[in-house]
């Protein structure tokens, strides 16, 4: 499985973090629900400061998350992770 390069992660309000997966020369553009982040923090998180800090913490798994998405077909710009994919 190649991995996945994550840049410019940008808070969505409260809904969730986006942010640009290059993979194999190609750019992707996603979005992580609040929920998936809350699900993986075990915390409710109740500022986007607080979904960045969850991101950041968890970057890794969104980025194999990512990758798995990617190989089953995701589509769509962006393609959006939702909290079923990172448990």
């Known amino acids: 499985m190649a991995g ?3 840049s410019n ?4 309000g409260l809904d969730g973090v986006a942010f640009t ?3 194999d020369g190609v750019t992707h553009s996603f979005v992580v629900s ?3 982040l809350e699900d993986v923090a075990y ?6 400061e607080a979904l960045l800090a969850a991101f950041g913490q968890h970057q890794q798994g969104v980025a194999d998350e990512a ?6 077909g995701a589509a769509g710009s ?3 992770m939702l909290a079923s994919l990172l448990s």
């Open 43 to 48: 915390e409710i998180l109740e500022t986007p």
């Open 34 to 36: 609040r929920e998936a």
């Open 4 to 6: 996945l390069s994550i």
């Open 78 to 80: 962006p393609a959006i």
């Open 9 to 12: 992660p940008v808070a969505q």
């Open 67 to 72: 990758v798995r998405a990617l190989d089953a």
């Open 21 to 23: 997966g290059e993979r």
